[in-house]
């Protein structure tokens, strides 16, 4: 059974940094990506890695955000810092297995003073 869980959400200042952890069982993946969805939007990518480190990121999140993997944790991290109140959202992890991409239940990130 596959299990795709989130950790490292709260609550931080504008400017400060903040470390998301997505940890993933139950098979091998190839991407696994970061994703968001803020209140009245839709979900859009934020930053995704290959097995192999290769990464992208959206252009809003680029030189604040990076994104690494342990692949023999099976566990993807985000380290965001500089964070803005427009980074408010859930982070949602997804990890490609095959050719099934599996989600985990997301978790609350809230910049504000």
């Known amino acids: 059974q596959v299990q795709v869980v989130e950790s490292g959400g709260g609550l931080v200042q504008p400017g400060g940094s903040l470390r998301l952890s997505c940890a993933a069982s139950?098979?091998?993946?190839?991407?696994m990506g970061w994703y968001r969805q803020a209140p009245g939007k839709q979900r859009e990518l934020v930053a995704i890695?290959?097995?192999?480190?290769?990464?992208n990121y959206a252009d809003s999140v680029k030189g604040r955000f990076t994104i690494s993997r342990d692949n023999a944790k099976n566990t993807a991290y985000l380290q965001m810092n500089s964070l803005k109140p427009e980074d408010t959202a859930v982070y949602y992890c997804?990890?490609?297995?095959?050719?099934?991409?599996?989600w985990g239940q997301g978790t609350q990130v809230t910049v504000s003073s």
């Open positions: 890695i290959t097995s192999d480190g290769r990464a």
């Open positions: 139950g098979s091998r993946f190839s991407a």
């Open positions: 997804n990890a490609q297995g095959g050719i099934y991409y599996y």
